[in-house]
């Protein structure tokens, strides 16, 4: 007679035990047929804890989306997803921005991969004092890196994205009231020599505008800043060249690309300008 359990049916279909002597077939190692090599392969999506060197404080902490990709020879059907992941644990529980190198180059090994490739996109987080009342708050931007390992040679891409306020030229000369204003995102990514600080280039953007924002602002602070954006208009073409103007004199900047879009306040579309050279 069959016994079972008080709580199993008499005619439960048990699990055959499996074998865990057998070996596993790897199906991404296996080829091919139609050679086709992929450029990028990897995971994206990934959020991680990092740290990211701060001017006034040292370092900050922050969460990062990262993607983790590397090339794939036509011969192979797949690459190993779990690795990107053992490649990123292996290097502690934080990603420091210094062994960004170190973490492409154990990609290329631990993936067989002539190239591998690392983006990370993160909050920045900068404290900010309002132009009056010396109120302090704190002002989010995002930024991004990325990063590329060709063998042993690395390219790095510095990216951030700058929210601005700017005041348009033509209303301010055809009105007999005021002129509109808005609110613009400029975007700004840089190859350099040297070490570019994320609060240096978030500087030249906001320098550039007809006035940077605040997360804080009283009263008094509100008028300043109208009043200094009412007496610095800028179309959104004059944006971008006071941007590349600031990069092209910065010594150790190799390379730029400025983007500037305007959530325009009158017109039901946003104005566009961009700049690249280097």
Known sequence: MLKTSATEPADAVRPVPHDRKAPLHDVQSGSDHRELPIDKVGVRGLRFPVTIRDKAHSTQNTIATLGMYVDLPKEFKGTHMSRFLEVLNAHGSVVHVENITDILHAMQRKLKA???????????????????????????????????????????????????????????????????????????????????????????????????????????????????????PVFVEDLVRNVAVRLQAHPDVTWYRVEAENFESIHNHNAYASIEKG
């Open 114 to 232: 002539a190239t591998a490739h690392l983006e990370m996109a993160f909050p920045f987080f900068l404290s900010k004092n309002a132009p009056v009342s010396g109120m302090e708050s704190l002002m989010d931007y995002t930024a991004r890196f990325d990063a590329t390992a060709c063998g042993k040679e690395i390219d790095f891409v510095l990216t951030v994205i700058v929210p601005v306020t700017t005041l348009c030229p033509c209303s301010k000369a055809i009105s007999k009231y005021g002129a509109h204003n808005q609110r613009g995102s400029v975007t700004v990514a840089i190859r350099s020599a040297k070490v570019v600080w994320i609060e240096d280039l978030i500087a030249v953007v906001e320098a550039s505008a007809s006035s940077e924002l605040f997360a804080l602002l009283k009263r008094e602070d509100e008028k300043a800043v109208t009043e200094r954006a009412y007496e610095n």
